[in-house]
Each structure stands twice: as C-alpha cells, then as structure tokens.
C-alpha cells in the first residue's frame, strides 16, 4: 500500500499542480493623459574651484518650482495599431502549387495504371487438370 | 505562376510520380507452355483419362504405377494442357500417359506414354508444345515400344517451343477468374 502511495504521490508531483494555473492580470488599459514635461535633471555643476583637500568641489543644482499649464503641455502620442500583414492569394503560395502539381501527378498515373488492359488471360486447355501451376 | 512555384510544383510531383510508377507497370504478361496433344487414337474409344506426373527441373520425374488423372477426356484430339510458371521454376518436365477404363474402378490399363524433359519457359510469354501421341507408340499390353522400334515414340529432351497458335492449339475452356487458373499445384 505504501508503494502506491509512492507512486500516486509521484504521478501526482509529475501531472503538476491540480489547480487551474492562475491567469496573470490583465495589462491596465491605456490612458492617454497630459503629462507635464518633466524638467530635465540638472547635472551637478563641477566647479574648477578645488576644496581644500585638492578633489573638486560639486555644486548643487538649481530646481526652479513653478506652475504648470497643462493645456499647453503636448499629449504622448499613441501610435496607432500597425495595420495587419497583407495576406497573400492562396495561388501566389508555392505550397498550393506543389500540392496541386503532386495530386494531379498521381491522378494520372494511377488513371493510366487502372485503365491501362490488363495482360492477357491465361489459357487453359481442355483436358483435365486444364492447367497445372509451377512455382 | 513564377518559375520559382513552378519549380517548387515539379519538385513535389516529381517523387509522387515516381513513386506511382511501380503500380503502372505491375502487370506482367503471362508465362505459360500449352501442351497441345496430337494422336490418331480415339476418345473414349482407346482411351478415356490420361494423367501428367511432373517436376520442376531438367529431370524426368517418377511416374507412380497406378492412374492419377483427374477426370474423364471429353471430346476429340488435339487435347491442350496449359502449363503455368509463377516465376521461380524456368524449367520443368513430365510424362504424359493415357489410360484405356480409367474410371471403371479397377487400375486402368496404360495405352500410351511419352516423357518430355527439359521443357523451358519462356519469361512473359505464352509458348506451345505439340506432341504426338500415334498409335503405333502404343502399348500391347505390358508391353511398350522402345526407341529402338520407333524413333517418333522416344523420348523429348529440351523440345523446341513455338509462340502459341490459337488455330494448332484448341480454344481454351476453362478459364479461372481474373483470368488466373488454381493456385500452384500438380508438382510430384
């Protein structure tokens, strides 16, 4: 009893979890919204003027606060969906041709080969045995 | 249609063509010897079933003491026997013998005999063999002719066929279906 529970045991490990595997959430939707420009960062201004221990010194940046017109400020752009890949006629794929090329090949050969006259019967004679088969 | 789908088309039907072939040429035309039996004896009168031990091979086969035909002779000389080769046998030979009351129920007695040896087939073709059965090869009782006494009555080796003669040979009677006869048999 213990090896099959070994074995159910491992059947089960081997078939995975029995559970539907959770779905992963759905992306969130796509707003297009004003978004005001980000100032860019200021890089730390590096002055020439060394500190006493000889490194340079770095200077703090300046950030200046101020309103934000969000009307004037431009929207991201959301570019529109690529339009999809243009589908090619079935008659421009070389994989319709091969296919047709091939049955119409074996249509005639296995027409010729049905309706081809068979070889001419054998004859028999008329005296008993009539015929008599050698290996 | 672009000569690259061309291409593409014929390199897919070439191999299928090719490998239909095969069942278009199958067929092969039969190879067969028709032994057509010529004699001034009558039937039933002089004899009424004649029996054919055969071998395959050069070799003239055993023919056992007693009557091993298969029915009644029916009808006038020439009498036809068609021999068939399945393919492994090129050659083969026997002994033709006719009885005088070979159904009576009592061994029958032997009227004639004749051994042909060596007879050959040839592949794919329907070849004929006319023997002669006279009557002065008959037996008198136990008593048959040797060689010695008449030429026409020795035995055959390695006879020469001629293509088969609808007009020499008689119609054929009894054909199998598919224009195939029983399956291999006869051989001692």
Not at chain 1, 25 to 38: D, N, R
Not at chain 1, 65 to 90: F, K, N
Not at chain 1, 103 to 116: G, S
């Amino acid at each position: 009893m213990a090896h099959v529970s070994v074995v159910l045991v491992a059947a089960f490990a081997a078939w995975g979890p029995v559970a539907p595997p959770s779905r992963p959430a759905p992306p969130p939707p796509i707003v297009s919204a004003p978004v005001a420009p980000v100032p860019a960062p200021v890089a730390p201004v590096v002055s020439d003027a060394e500190t006493p221990g000889g490194a340079p010194s770095i200077a703090p940046a300046i950030i200046v606060r101020g309103p934000i017109d969000a009307r004037a400020t431009p929207l991201v752009a959301v570019a529109a969906a690529a339009p999809p890949p243009q589908q090619r006629p079935l008659y421009k794929r070389w994989q319709f041709w091969a296919i047709a090329g091939g049955l119409l090949t074996a249509a005639i050969v296995l027409t010729v080969a049905e309706t081809r006259p068979g070889p001419p019967p054998y004859y028999t004679g008329n005296a008993p045995p009539y015929s008599i088969g050698l290996p | 249609m672009t000569s690259r789908h061309a291409r593409a088309a014929l390199a897919a039907a070439l191999p299928l063509g090719l490998l239909t072939l095969p069942l278009a040429g199958c067929r092969d035309d039969p190879t067969e010897v028709v032994l057509v039996l010529e004699s001034d004896l009558s039937i039933p009168g002089d004899i009424d079933g004649l029996d054919f031990p055969l071998a395959s091979g050069p070799f003239a086969p055993s023919a056992p003491s007693f009557f091993v035909g298969s029915g009644p002779l029916i009808g006038p000389f020439p009498l036809s026997i068609g021999f068939i080769s399945y393919g492994d046998t090129d050659t083969f030979s026997f002994v033709v013998r006719m009885f005088r009351d070979a159904f009576q129920g009592q061994p029958p007695p032997l009227v004639i005999s004749r051994t042909v040896t060596d007879v050959r087939f040839v592949d794919q073709r329907t070849m004929m063999l006319v023997l002669q059965m006279p009557r002065a090869c008959a037996c008198t009782g136990s008593t048959c002719p040797t060689p010695d006494d008449d030429p026409q009555c020795a035995n055959i080796q390695t006879p020469a066929l001629v293509p088969f003669d609808p007009l020499v040979a008689p119609p054929s009677t009894m054909m199998a279906p598919n224009g195939r006869p029983s399956p291999p048999g006869g051989i001692l």
